[in-house]
């Protein structure tokens, strides 16, 4: 059984720092483009940041960038989110997850890396506070 399992979340100041893990157990995602996403109270889940499967192409929303990393380590099958100077508006659940395909390039599949048609599988979510 697939399983992506987030941890790290919690409660930070603005400006603050966490670092999101994901870690895929059931098989592994070392050759497949994996993704976060997020969602808010209210609000739909949105794209974040997305990475190819060696790690040499990522893909940010536009308003993560310069302040938040996705990188990978495919030996521990775990993908990382690193967030600095955090914003009360990022406050959400982050998800984590994983395209199924094997080898599949970051800009081939249904609506590119920021679509989450194109993911199968997702975690339950760790949720991210930051507080004013």
């Known amino acids: 059984q697939v399983q992506l399992v987030e941890s790290g979340g919690g409660l930070v100041q603005a400006g603050g720092s966490l670092r999101l893990s994901c870690a895929a157990s059931?098989?592994?995602?070392?050759?497949?483009?994996m993704g976060w996403f997020r969602q808010a109270p209210g609000k739909e889940r949105e794209f974040v940041a997305a990475i190819n499967w060696s790690g040499s192409s990522t893909y940010y929303t536009d308003s993560v960038k310069g302040r938040f990393t996705i990188s990978r380590d495919n030996a521990k099958n775990t993908v990382y989110l690193q967030m600095s100077s955090l914003k009360p508006e990022d406050t959400a659940v982050y998800y984590c997850?994983?395209?199924?395909?094997?080898?599949?390039?970051?800009?081939?599949?249904?609506?590119?890396?920021?679509?989450?048609?194109?993911?199968?599988?997702w975690g339950q979510g760790t949720q991210v506070t930051v507080s004013s």
């Open positions: 997850a994983a395209d199924k395909r094997s080898n599949a390039g970051m800009w081939t599949g249904l609506g590119g890396p920021s679509s989450s048609v194109r993911y199968d599988y």
């Open positions: 059931g098989r592994t995602f070392r050759s497949n483009v």
